[in-house]
């Protein structure tokens, strides 16, 4: 059974750097792509970005494109977010989610059946 | 960027009623090489994440109860469910996983009427 597990909650500084991590267990890294998602305190879904490993490929939100950065480590089966000059409002539940990749000509890499494996959720509180 | 906006923003069902749910996209999600929409619905209950319950618009997730379905096509989509169940209570999210940004709508709350 695969399980995403992430590390754990923080509590950053106002233009400090936060780095969440999530491994991958009990599957294949191969042929996945992983996607980040955050929540904040009562409110919806926001897609930040993903990377696609085996592909050695990363896509990015306009919103974060700059301040974030996600990468893999396929020998560890750990994918990470990193998010730089944290503000007030970067507060929120961190989310890493797994989707299968089906990668063609016309359409490069992309999701087949949206993301089916979430990690738990990594709270990451902005306070001066 | 895909724009993906949900109705209504709550909702409150009798347990046994059906509820329904609309997405409705900016731009068709249908890529029609393969004729599939790429929409998903995720259920998320309080202090929980995200579950995938629907993918192609309309196929179930492996093990999500059959009162659970999809419908749609290009730009509107529904989530139904056909007869509410006291563990269905939760937030209720379509996603476009067409292009990057994969966006989300802004949710749809249901509770127990």
């Known amino acids: 059974q695969v399980q995403l597990v992430q590390s754990g909650a923080e509590v950053k500084k106002p233009g400090s750097s936060v780095k969440v991590s999530c491994k991958a267990s009990?599957?294949?890294?191969?042929?996945?792509?992983f996607s980040w998602v955050r929540q904040a305190p009562g409110q919806g879904l926001e897609w930040m970005g993903r990377i696609v490993p085996f592909l050695g490929i990363a896509d990015y939100a306009h919103k974060f494109q700059g301040r974030v950065t996600i990468t893999a480590d396929q020998s560890t089966t750990t994918a990470y977010m990193e998010l730089r000059s944290l503000r007030y409002e970067d507060t929120a539940v961190y989310y890493c989610?797994?989707?299968?990749?089906?990668?063609?000509?016309?359409?490069?890499?992309?999701?087949?059946?949206?993301?089916?494996?979430w990690g738990q959720g990594t709270a990451v509180t902005v306070s001066s | 960027d895909i724009v993906m906006t949900q109705s209504p923003d709550s909702l409150a069902v009798s347990l046994g009623e059906r509820a329904t749910i609309n997405c409705k996209s900016s731009q068709s999600v249908l890529y029609t090489s393969d004729n599939k929409n790429y929409l998903a619905w995720y259920q998320q209950r309080p202090g929980q994440p995200p579950k995938l319950l629907i993918y192609?618009?309309?196929t179930r997730e492996s093990g999500v109860p059959d009162r659970f379905s999809g419908s749609g096509s290009g730009t509107d989509f529904t989530l139904t469910i056909s007869s509410l169940q006291a563990e269905d209570v939760a937030v209720y999210y379509c996603q476009q996983y067409y292009s990057t940004p994969y966006t989300f709508g802004q949710g749809t709350k249901l509770e127990i009427k």
């Open positions: 989610a797994r989707g299968e990749i089906t990668v063609t000509g016309s359409r490069g890499a992309y999701y087949q059946y949206g993301l089916d494996v």
């Open positions: 009990g599957g294949t890294f191969r042929n996945f792509g």
């Open positions: 192609w618009a309309s």
